[in-house]
């Protein structure tokens, strides 16, 4: 694989100075150009100590401006990162929408060197090459441009570099004992990084093999690369914008003349009705006929009838009488506060998710959740539109943000989910966007979960009665009626749909690592000891751990 990264490729200064003016006008062109568009470039760079991971990087932020390009190094995670799961400073480092994003020690560090250092067995490294493969696959179907780039040096010439490093005055501290120790487990980690760059150079983040010894080659041929990959992911994603925007008209085309069919088949259905009952047992009757006979009551958009839901599955006379409410509930809060302070004793972090319907009761359940808590340890973070700086990045980095540090506990009202429910619904996403957000977000949950955070997902249920009882008696109560607004009303037009949504959201995200509860909630009581006891039962099972 790397025999052609050990030729002793070079160019002479000359060469270099003639072709580097063009290749900078090119790449300030085309960053000023970039600003405008919808994806990020993210650019990573790895290979064997010596190579110019360093200087390429340096070089990159010498050419290009500053304001739109941003560099990220790592080295061993500090006690916030590792309080979080892996990937969590990985997200909150990358580049919005519009700007460069350099990645020195990156996501491919971990693996490798754990690997080469026996700290993760063959099957451990194949499992975390996967996970990097999820996350990149993530980003690019997002449309993120990723170029990955390994620069090479032979053994021999790894071992002359760190030599003229160390007698270099002003270089020498590049040298350290570390990268002695990795020159002599050269063959190994060549083997190992042989293995991860076949598995996770892929059409959507392609490793690029680049001979590092020759500073001015390995320059010209990083930064022609960047420059012609750019060039490139511009001009697919505008002729992708295209066709977008062509499949939009034509599916909205389609749609109108579905529902114009629909309707004229009700009308037909309506005649025939009225007619059979006319002619049976008059006018009279016939009123009555039709309304027991008419489908449209059944019928979805497409003609078809409405589909029975997990949530049409449950029982909503479920309740608790007062009295019996009170001692539940303080039954419930008890308990919680006891296993939260044991889970936060051990570091147990642990992450909520509230949905449901308009009014179902999610701030009031949340409120009683956390009067069990110690107000320094948790954090509620209501979930709105997303701000233009949310726009910018991929719809799960705002969510990575937030999750807690060990012990503490984190309350998302609302959450990712509104991908596959209100922009959905609404339009807001593209087909192929919220049916891949299903399995984004099980990969993103698999994380959570892995790192042993306690997660648990509710869905707060009501009738459309009880919920149109709700919104009117709100209207009436002067301290509720800021709740109430337009948009709510307009969801509730929409029932049907978000119904189905909900149904498919549960069927697809409920895991056994990150289930759904779905819990009654037309009597507020009975919904709050059930999220509340469900949260203390999942801290005990996970402190029996």
Known sequence: MFQTAELGQKVSREDFDRISQDLRTDLLTLQNELRGCDFPVILVFAGVDGGGKGETVNLLNEWMDPRWIATRAYSMPSDEERERPFYWRFWRDLPPKGQVGLFLSSWYSHPI????????????????????????????????????????????????????????????????????????NYDQFINTAEHMISKTSTGYAPWEIVEGEDSR?????????????????????????????????????????????????????????????????????????KAQETPTASLTPQGQLQPRTVLSALDMTQKYEKKEAGLALKKAKAELALLYRQAKARGISTLLVFEGWDAAGKGGAIRRLTASLDARDYRVTPVAAPTDEERAQHYLWRFWRHMPRAGRLTIFDRS???????????????????????????????????????????????TKEEQYRRFKERETIAYKKWKLTDEDWRNRAKWDDYEIAVNEMVERTSTRQAPWILVEGNDKNFARVKIIQSVADLLKKRLAK
């Not at 997002?142 to 390994?150: E, S």
């Not at 003229?164 to 270089?171: A, C, G, N, P």
């Not at 087909?431 to 869905?459: C, M, P, Y």
């Open 217 to 289: 080659f390995r320059s010209l041929t990083v930064l022609t690369l960047v420059r012609d990959a750019i060039r490139k992911h511009m001009t697919e994603r505008a002729t992708k914008r295209k066709v977008i925007a062509e499949l939009a008209a034509a599916a909205n085309a389609k749609r109108t003349a579905e529902l114009a069919n629909v309707h004229s088949q009700i009308k037909t259905l309506e005649k025939k009705a009225e007619a059979a009952t006319t002619k049976k047992a008059g006018k009279g009757k016939a009123k009555a006929a």
């Open 416 to 462: 990712w989910y509104g991908r596959v429910l209100v922009e959905r619904v609404e339009g807001f996403a593209r087909n192929e966007e919220w049916h891949r957000a299903f399995s984004e977000i099980n990969d993103f949950e698999e994380q959570i979960a892995f790192h042993g955070t306690v997660l648990a997902k509710f869905w707060v249920h009501i």
């Open 113 to 184: 060197n754990s690997h080469v250092r026996k700290e993760a067995s063959t099957a451990e490294f194949e499992s975390l090459l996967d996970r990097v493969n999820s996350f990149e696959k993530t980003l690019a179907d997002d449309g993120a441009l990723i170029v990955k780039f390994w620069l090479h040096l032979s053994k021999s010439a790894q071992k002359r570099r760190l030599k003229s490093l160390e007698k270099d005055e002003l270089q020498s501290w590049r040298v350290t004992k570390q990268d002695w120790k990795n020159w002599k």
